[in-house]
């Protein structure tokens, strides 16, 4: 029996359609709330079947100020929404649409303040709760990365290893965990997964710029995926590093004059869009793994939109595992088409 179709998936903003809004964002003082996000999200599922994308992240702002500790009048709106939650996810999972949320970068486990991680614990529990309210199974998952270094790096995985011993359940089984672009590698989080049995993401960008252990693609690969249980699909990261050079104005403090200077782009920025031979090279790469992808570029689902048809037509092979074919390429040609313009080919 052949494996389904991997997913190709994306986060939060829908920049195809601008007035699709991914969470209420008015202020406390609007009362927000988290049945709106639902609302919006709804439609967000609408898009997303029409484009045939699979795979989703959500805002990790669904809930506003659900876990503020100086406004508890929202601390109960998840447990409020508990009926149009299990309906969003009964939608979701009718329309085939993995789930899963990116909590932001205050949640640090590591943290040598207990006050900050206990912040943290309670940000991950409300999120898990939310997906367990929808029903979604163990692929709906919570992925963070380890946290800061504070002088020791060692230390610090330790101290995340400790952490993960007190978790409420629902976190630690939401829980998991990925390698950074600066502060630790895969091999890092390999060792916290030797520790702990945390699941673990691979993120192919990240791996090219912080890997001191000098660690083999497909063997690292072969190990993160190996993290999951057999009858659960890993996920990956992916996105292109940014390449443009900036012009930018600088003012001398002491001249006070003002001055255009070209800016480097920096690698563990993020593209646009996701170069399709990049993408072609690793996923040749790594043939035989199986796994869905979250494409990180700057411009979400219209990224993703670009790069199947660039598959149809530079790797068919690499396409076939998503389950596109040559009969879809017109239709996917003309969605692309509808949202993006392209320059003309100078050498056509």
């Known amino acids: 029996m052949s494996a389904p179709p991997a997913r190709l998936g994306f986060p939060v903003k829908i920049m195809g359609q601008p007035d699709l809004k991914s969470n209420d964002a008015r202020r406390s003082g609007s009362n927000p709330h988290l049945k709106v996000s ?13 484009h045939q ?21 929202f601390h109960g709106m998840v447990r409020d929404s508990a009926a149009e939650l299990q309906a969003f996810g009964a939608k979701a999972k009718r329309l085939d649409v993995r789930l899963s949320f990116h909590p932001s970068q205050f949640v640090v486990l590591n943290s040598p303040d207990p006050k900050l991680v206990e912040k943290g614990i309670w940000d991950l529990l409300s999120q898990a709760e939310m997906l367990d309210l929808m029903e979604l199974g163990p692929e709906a998952v919570l992925v963070i990365h380890v946290g800061g270094t504070y002088g020791d790096r060692q230390a610090s995985a330790a101290r995340w290893v400790e952490t993960w011993k007190t978790l409420p359940e629902p976190a630690r089984r939401r829980l998991v965990l990925e390698h950074d672009d600066i502060r630790f590698s895969a091999a890092d989080v390999l060792w916290i997964h030797e520790h702990t049995g945390v699941r673990l993401v691979f993120d192919h960008q990240h791996f090219w710029c912080l890997n001191p252990e000098g660690l083999e693609l497909r063997p690292t690969v072969e190990a993160i995926l190996r993290t999951w249980p057999q009858d659960e699909q890993p996920k990956i990261h992916f996105s292109s590093p940014r390449t443009e050079l900036r012009q930018v104005k600088r003012t001398d403090r002491a001249t006070r004059k003002s001055t255009m200077v070209n800016v480097a782009p920096v690698w563990t920025g993020h593209a646009d869009f996701c170069n399709p031979f990049e993408f072609i090279t690793f996923m040749r790469t790594v043939e035989g793994l199986e796994f869905d992808v979250m494409l990180e570029a700057k411009v979400k689902d219209l990224a993703l939109i670009r790069l ?3 598959l149809l037509r530079y790797a068919p092979d690499v396409a076939a595992r998503f389950g596109l074919s040559a009969f879809q390429a017109p239709l ?4 692309e088409a509808a949202l993006l313009q392209t320059e003309p080919d100078a050498g056509a």
């Open 38 to 50: 639902l609302e919006y999200l709804d439609a967000i599922l609408d898009y997303l079947d029409r």
């Open 332 to 335: 996917l040609e003309q969605e």
């Open 308 to 310: 199947r048809p660039d």
């Open 53 to 73: 994308i699979r795979m989703y992240r959500m805002s990790s702002d669904i809930a506003p100020y659900a876990t503020h500790p100086d406004m508890p009048q």
